[in-house]
């Protein structure tokens, strides 16, 4: 099977832009996890995807928000952008969330 | 709150050494634990968890409750063992929280 997959892998965005992300889960899987990597906070959860719903939620701003399709894939969204927002973001797909999740490479967002 | 705690950023053993990663947790119910390992240009991916009591890589972990912790353990460790680790623990809600991770370095 095809592993996680992120789109893009690198971008560079500009104080108060907008941005999307997109993972494609492994084939099979429902549910889709989106956490932030920084080098201070390490990895944290940003929110978590099952069958088109939000399952579950961290705590993060408003400003940062996701969704998922009938076909399992997920985007998230970032507005009014933020320096601290410079991060991996990286998501990770299970079967229904219950099990190992397997991460995708990551995008790297840098915001100037 | 904090809820899995890993007190190394760093840490440094000789080839053939014993390692101990530590890690400690925080929840009131029964969390299941994991660690999961990261190595140079490589996606995060799974190396343990407490339910499967299995030994990865030569790696172990016990799930110690009265103490909280769930430590990663190798008797001999070897240069591609090198890498970043991360404690997580999963919370009845599915929710998972990571520890900050170490980076392990295995000196020749």
């Known amino acids: 099977k095809a592993g996680v997959t992120q789109t893009p892998r690198y971008l560079i965005k500009t104080r108060g832009q907008q941005v999307t992300l997109s993972c494609s889960p492994i084939?099979?899987?429902?549910?889709v996890s989106w956490y932030q990597q920084t080098p201070g906070q390490g990895l944290q959860f940003l929110f978590e995807?099952?069958?088109?719903?939000?399952?579950n939620k961290g705590n993060f701003p408003g400003r940062f928000s996701g969704r998922q399709f009938s076909n399992s894939r997920s985007e998230m969204n970032v507005s009014t952008l933020e320096l601290g927002d410079s991060a991996l973001y990286l998501c990770?797909?299970?079967?229904?969330?219950?099990?190992?999740?397997?991460f995708g490479p990551g995008t790297r967002l840098l915001v100037l | 709150a904090q809820r899995v705690t890993q007190p190394e950023k760093l840490l440094s053993v000789f080839k053939g050494a014993p390692v101990e990663l530590k890690c400690n947790y925080s929840?009131?119910?029964?969390?299941?634990l994991f660690w999961y390992v990261q190595y140079s240009r490589q996606r995060l991916q799974l190396l343990l968890r407490?339910?499967s009591r299995e030994s990865i890589k030569g790696f172990t972990a016990d799930l110690n409750k009265g103490e909280t912790s769930f430590h990663l353990k190798k008797p001999f460790a070897q240069e591609e063992d090198s890498a970043m680790y991360y404690c997580?623990?999963?919370?009845?809600?599915?929710?998972?929280?990571f520890g900050t991770g170490t980076s392990l370095t295995v000196i020749p």
């Open positions: 990770a797909s299970s079967v229904q969330g219950a099990e190992t999740q397997y």
């Open positions: 084939s099979g899987h429902r549910s």
């Open positions: 995807y099952f069958s088109e719903t939000q399952r």
């Open positions: 929840y009131s119910g029964s969390p299941e």
């Open positions: 407490h339910i």
């Open positions: 997580a623990l999963r919370d009845t809600g599915n929710q998972f929280y």
